[in-house]
């Protein structure tokens, strides 16, 4: 097999485990499920007020944002938890600063909600 063909069925490989990873995400973590209601009820929003191209692009980013900061938030438990299952105030600032990048990608998104939204319901 030649290089290039190495080198995509290599890449290809590595799509399939990430899409698996997000099918895992979403079927196994709580927050992630929350979080794919909201994105779809903003989504029936989006199309219910015909918001803008750029304010598509800056809601779906927003979404985007949230969900994978959540995924890297879950992968930091799951370490933190399979290193060391006992309590240590270390894997408790673990735990916090990842749930803080979450916190801060939340309020984020929900400020980018406002601005898009305030004008079309009270506009
Ligand atoms: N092993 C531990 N050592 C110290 N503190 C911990 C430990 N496990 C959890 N904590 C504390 O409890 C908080 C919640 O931890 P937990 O693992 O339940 O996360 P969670 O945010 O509730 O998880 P999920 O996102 O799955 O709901 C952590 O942010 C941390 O402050």
């Known amino acids: 097999m030649s290089k290039v063909s190495k080198f995509i069925i290599g890449r290809l490989r590595g799509c ?5 990873g997000a ?3 979403l079927k196994t973590e709580p ?3 929350v979080q794919t209601g909201i994105a779809v009820i903003m989504t029936v929003l989006g199309f219910y007020f015909d918001i ?3 304010e598509w692009i800056l809601q779906i ?3 985007g944002l949230v969900m994978s900061i959540e995924g890297v938030n879950t992968t930091a438990e799951a370490i933190a938890d ?3 299952p006992d309590f240590h105030d270390k894997i408790g600032f673990i735990k916090d600063v990842a749930a803080g990048a979450v916190f801060i ?3 984020t998104a929900m400020i980018i ?3 898009i939204y305030i004008p079309y319901f009270f506009g």
Not at 16 to 20: Q, S
């Open 82 to 84: 399979f290193i060391h």
């Open 16 to 20: 399939g485990y990430a899409f698996k």
């Open 31 to 33: 927050s992630i499920q």
């Open 113 to 115: 909600g406002f601005i």
């Open 52 to 54: 803008t191209s750029t």
């Open 61 to 63: 980013f927003a979404i």
């Open 105 to 107: 990608a939340a309020i």
């Open 23 to 25: 099918l895992l995400l």
